[in-house]
């Protein structure tokens, strides 16, 4: 028999002696375990274990050996091991409890733990939404910090004591600012009742105003009917203000150009020249005509209807004469025109009409003189005032004969217009001048389109336009003159001139003709003048036959428009013993250098009128001179053609041999240069 | 001749007056430059251009360098006649001689250095000075024109050392024999009279027109031109070209041509002669024409030749005459181009 051993001494734990008040427990145990000590009920349990372990180990012994006496011993371990098993329940029980406890208080725990925490989260969110609204508030700007307070020193100069407080603000900057604030409004307040009033003045005034101007619109038909009856009186007295005033009512139709030609002229000759007068002539109607107001023309539809009708019938115009009408348009003149007229010294008049083509923005000027008495017109002065001519040339190179707005060309390719030349006898000539005078600038080369009339540059233009018109005038007249003298061979030369010339003068005029360009240039002795370009179609060109004897002394004369500032310029041809000419005799080239270098001696006095008479006496007497001092051939017969009647002092000197062609007033002797 | 172009411009009153002053000039003188590169041009209203040969021969001149560089008023007169010496460039015409510094004249508004006028008898008129002459050997200047006497004035005092009397008409030219030294004189009496500069005397005179080979009375006696190459001379003018022995006083060589002369120089082995007409003629010393070479004036004044050694790239031979142009001969054969006032 397996005895037992009896294990180490185990008391087995009996449990609280005393068992805790058990309200609301399911199991006794849960009362049982706050009193127990879970290191002995582990012991316990392991003593349990062992126990059991032994008592089945018992058993099995027992049921192995058999036997009938073993069953009851069986049975007794039997019992003890369910005692053992009742114990381990009781201790599962137990254990599991107290993991439940301890779960429990656990889980209190940290419930607790996360209160707190959340508490502190709590007061951390509070904690910063506490320093945002500190930081809003320290940022706060008052709107009273935007206004412009008067600075302290006029805050408490000007502000009423009872706003200022002085005592109060001083010492308070809270209080001061709303002090100041107080004064602020209080301006304010005072400031708009200003203007309050101030608008109620001006509404006044404006009314005012009102009244007024109806009281002067109301005057103007009143002034007028007073001048109309001042018109009697007027005329009484002889100040056509009246006139000139329907001048000027005239004036405004007139096309810029024309316009501002009348306003310049007439300034100029009120101002400075009495001898100009100046009119406008034409039809006012057909100016204002040119300008329909649109409105019109709906009317005309229905007329224009009709009439297209009718032409339609007609058989079409002929390409030519559709191209006729076209140039005919575009030449067309403008039908106002400004009337100058110049008086002169002696009493004849220069007539000057302008007129604007308006096409071709240009203006045009024709010219007629007219004298005092009438002139009987001597051959070959022909040229010299007829309208063509008279003021070509005015300023070097304005020949008129051309265009001076270079955007023309164009227009006229379009109408087959090959050149303005053509036109202009009809037309008048468009000098530049006259563009000038109406304040029309031409730059070169630049086509201008827009009508800009200068009134500058026609002011500037006027005053020498003008002089230079009339001295025009009266040189031609005085050529005039005295190309009639001319003709019947009398060289004309006044008595003031007379010191510049011997008193005897023994060779003659004897012809005095107008030559053409073309004849001109086929002379055998001026082809260094046209080599030059002296020469130009625009002068005058006359040949007169100096004689003496058997010597015949050919003059070619250049008679340049703007004579006699421009001197006349010859060219000589001796027929004496041979053909002599500047080209083989070096003394024709001196005498030509005494006409043409030296003119300015001829001039005589101003305005040198003179030169070209002078100038042909002097050729006489350089004729005289030469003949008279050719030098003897010895091996002809017989005396000298010329006996020498000049006083020379020397007759030849100088490497060329030159004669002493210089007449000395008043000794009358000849000396050289 | 040039063609100049006819002017499209407008021609007022100061373009008009400046075309006449052109067309009537004469240019009366020229003067070479020590250095060659310069030519000096004298015309008839007393003003003296200078013109830059170098510029107008090189091979970049342009229009404007056959213009003057400067242009001066030099004389009230007409500047008749211009030498240079190795600084000074001399002009005469009416009866006062002037000097220019060669250097200085380059300059705008430059003054002359001195003038001297000799002594002349007559007070009525001022005689004209018709020819310069320097003398190295006695660095002394003979002028000579229109009071028919030579004076010699020295150059380093300006005083005028003799007056050589003879002429009965006044004084064209002159010439100078080195060897003797010897001056001679031709003048509108007619005479070619020799002068000994030591003696102050005339040791030889040539009375022209009374040698019917040479004499053509339609033109007149005057001589108008002298050169001299020691033993030989060669006058014209009045009577025709001819070369002259000078020992004998015989004419050995007439030159056939119909126009007088106004100018006559010893080239090399060839005489240039130039006058009325246009042509530049070049003479054999046989008396056969070598060549015409027309040049841009009418008629022909003074002929000059550039034979300085300074500029040998300049060496041409320049004419003047009765028009504001000078022609410049590169090679003597054609007119090159001409410079103009």
Redesign the interface.
Known sequence: MHHLKPQKTFTPYPGPLSLPPQEGKYYSEEAEVDLRDPGRDYELYKYTCQELQRLMAEIQDLKSRGGKDMAIEIEERRIQSCVHFMTLKKLNRLAHIRLKKGRDQTHEAKQKVDAYHLQLQNLLYEVMHLQKEITKCLEFKSKHEEIDLVSLEEFYNEAPPDISKAEVTMGDPHQQTLARLDWELEQRKRLADKYRECLSNKEKILKEIEVKKEYLSSLQPRLNSIMQASLPVQEYLFMPFDQAHKQYETARHLPPPLYVLFVQATAYGQACDKTLSVAIEGSVDEAKALFKPPEDSQDDESDSDAEEEQTTKRRRPTLGVQLDDKRKEMLKRHPLSVMFDLKCKDDSVLHLTFYYLMNLNIMTVKAKVTTATELITPISAGDLLSPDSVLS?L????HGKKTPNPANQYQFDKVGILTLRDYVLDLGHPYLWVQKLGGLHFPKEQPQHTVIADHSLSASHMETTMKLLKTRVQSRLALHKQFASLEHGIVPVTSDCQYLFPAKVVSRLVKWVTIAHEDYMELHFTK???????A?DTNLYYMALVERGTAKLQAAVVL?P?YS???P?FRLCLNWKGEKT???D?NI?AM??EV??CYKELCGPRPSHQLLTNQLQRLCVLLDVYLETE?H????EGPKEFPQEKMC??L??????MKPFKYNHPQGFF?H? | ME???????????A???Q??????M?I?SQSVSPCGKFLAAGNNYGQIAIFSLSAALSSEAKEESKKPVVTFQAHD??V?SMVSTDRHLLSAGDGEVKAWLWVEVLKKGCKELWHRQPPYRTS??VP?I?ALLLVPKENSLILAG?DCQLHTMDLETGTFTRALRGHTD?I?CLALRERSPEVLSGG?DGAVRLWDLRTAKEVQTIEVYKHEECSR??N?R?I?CLATDSDWMVCGGGPALTLWHLRSSTPTTIFPMRAPQ?HVTFYQDLILSAG?GCCVNQWQLSGELKAQVPGSS??L?SLSLNQQPAAPECKVLTAAG?SCRVDVFTNLGYRAFSLSF
């Open positions: 040339c300023f070097p190179g304005d260094d003048i046209v080599e030059v370009g002296l130009g340049n703007g500032s421009i001197p310029i500047n080209s083989n070096d080239r030509e250098s043409n270098v030098s051939d010895d091996s002809v002092l020397r030849f000197r100088g490497p060329s041999r000396s240069r | 063609r100049a172009v006819p002017l499209a411009v407008p021609l007022g009153q373009e008009v007056f075309a006449l002053q052109r067309l009537h004469t009366f007169g007409p008749y009525l008129e004209e018709n229109g006044y064209h509108e009375p339609h007149g005057w108008g106004k009325q009418p008629g004044l009765n």
